[in-house]
């Protein structure tokens, strides 16, 4: 893992944003992986941006979001793929049939994970993917005790996670108890994770995600076993890391990061 501290959350979205158009344009048909959630909407606008003034190609791009709340149609507008529509695909020139979530209203939601999980694999797998963090400390939707092998499925969300996002619902009510979510083991077998988190909210959690021992009570540990992981944080959340000055260290001295600072 390698964490690296910006100064403040436009600055890590910033960041996040140069790593994925790096990428994009070492492989045109890039197999992105990409999360939704507040973190994320600077960082999508930012490749709008990229996109709209730079020419960032996505024409040939491929995508696969980590989750989508069951039993909200793509149509609605709490639904992650109204999200994903509206902050960053009608923004850019991606093919909408090259953009991939799951499919919340199967009538067969297993039989949905398992082809999900197959989709991926046609596709060679996931070259890059992009993460968050909840305050449980859940990636993609994997809240504690998933599997650190888990695949592609349905999974019940906490109350912690349910505080967390039902205010983003006119009525909070309405947020649906359970989503489809990949796997800890799908997250794993991408190539490259990049996790960009920000706000002294993420503060506690990161630190135990990052330095913490590995635990399927936390499910972002498991980025520790991942042979490329990098942490993306501002200086609020990463406030409770207890090695900074080692990350700080790294990210000044090492070549590799010459253009990003
Ligand atoms: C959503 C997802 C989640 C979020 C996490 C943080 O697709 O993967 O793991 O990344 O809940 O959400 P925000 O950014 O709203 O704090």
New binding site residues.
């Given amino acids: 893992m390698e964490v690296i501290i910006q100064k403040n959350a436009e600055a890590a979205a910033q960041l996040t944003a140069a790593l994925i158009g790096d990428a994009l344009r070492l492989k045109p048909n890039l197999v992105l992986g990409l999360?939704?959630?507040?973190?994320?909407e600077r960082l999508y606008g930012i490749l709008a941006e990229k996109h709209q003034r730079e020419g960032l190609d996505f024409s040939l791009a491929v995508t696969f979001?980590?989750?989508e709340y069951i039993g909200l149609p793509a149509a609605d507008p709490n639904s992650?793929r109204s999200y994903m529509n509206h902050y960053l695909f009608n923004n850019i020139n991606i093919d909408p049939r090259n953009t991939h979530l799951p499919n919340g209203t199967a009538h067969d939601l297993d039989a949905g994970c398992r082809d999900y999980e197959e989709t991926i694999r046609d596709h060679g797998g996931i070259d890059l993917q992009l993460?968050?963090?909840?305050?449980t400390g859940?990636?993609?939707?994997n809240e504690p005790l998933s599997a650190m092998r888990s695949r592609t499925r349905c999974k019940a969300l906490t109350p912690g996670?349910i505080a967390?996002?039902a205010p983003q619902f006119e009525k909070p009510e309405d947020m649906p108890k359970r989503a489809i979510?990949m796997g800890v083991g799908t997250i794993l077998d991408s190539r490259r994770c990049i996790m960009l988190v920000t706000g002294e909210s993420?503060a506690d959690i990161v630190a135990k995600a990052v330095e913490g021992p590995i635990t399927s009570m936390i499910s972002a540990t498991a980025l520790q076993l991942h042979e490329r992981c990098t942490v993306i944080v501002d200086e609020d959340a990463a406030a409770k890391l207890t090695q900074q000055d080692y990350y700080r260290w790294i990210f000044q001295n090492e070549p590799e990061w010459e253009p990003y600072r």
């Fill in positions: 999360a939704t959630g507040r973190t994320m979001n980590l989750d992650y993460l968050g963090i909840g305050v859940h990636i993609g939707f996670t967390q996002n979510t993420k």
